[in-house]
């Protein structure tokens, strides 16, 4: 395995029942790499996030995050490693019950000692990165859309982690508030150093920060590459799934 790489995934398959989602998916993801994943709605995208996480098992193959094989790791092991991992869901998420103050402290609170003081600041500190420290005792029903994902951004990366998943960073936002996201996801990966893993439909999205692009089809990994040769290809598949999701956004 490459010094370079983060996330190195071998041989990964995943069915549910007789439906085969991920069909021998070998990828990697470079450290301080923006990856971005493309595919057909059921192909297999947000699984495989939830595998790279240990969300789900695989039925074959093996993750690895750096040296440790994710899916040998005990209970303990594996959460050890979810500190150093950051995870946007589509919806980000929020606990509707809890201030916005309430929902970036949760993981900290789980997950590390800090003094009152020490939280507060990290609190603070974090918003200001998403540019919503005045929303900070804010319930999540008095935001907007946008708002919302960048607060369920700012719980991501609260924990300061080296990796992040992005499962539909840009859905359900209008063209403006998605390129906003976008450039953010951008700005803070340079800032923190992280390596990102994107699933997106978005390919406005996928322009603004994509380093290196996989697409995937029926289960399996249809190309792996530059972007721009990704979307000047003369392949029917592509040609045709990119004229589709540029209609969308």
Known sequence: MADSRLI??????????????????????????NLIVFGQS?????????????????????????????????????????????????????????????????????NFNFTRSELDDKVMNTLELVSLADAVDKMPSELSGGMRKRIGLARSIITDPELMLYDEPTTGLDPITSKEISELILNLQKQLKMTSIVVTHDLICAQIIADRAILLKDGEIRYEGDLKDLTDTDDPFLKNFFSTELIKV
Do not use: W
């Open 8 to 33: 190195n995934i071998e041989n990964l398959s995943k069915r549910f029942g007789s439906l085969v989602v991920l069909d021998d998916v070998s990828m990697h993801a470079n450290e301080g790499e």
């Open 42 to 110: 059921g192909t297999g995208k947000s699984v495989l996030l939830k595998c790279i996480i240990g969300l789900l098992k695989p039925d074959s193959g093996e993750i690895y995050y750096r040296d440790k094989n994710i899916h040998a790791l005990s209970i303990s092991q594996l959460n050890e490693v979810r500190k150093g991992v950051g995870f946007l869901f589509q919806s980000a998420a929020l606990y509707d019950s809890m201030t916005v103050r309430e929902n970036l402290e949760f993981p900290l609170v789980r």
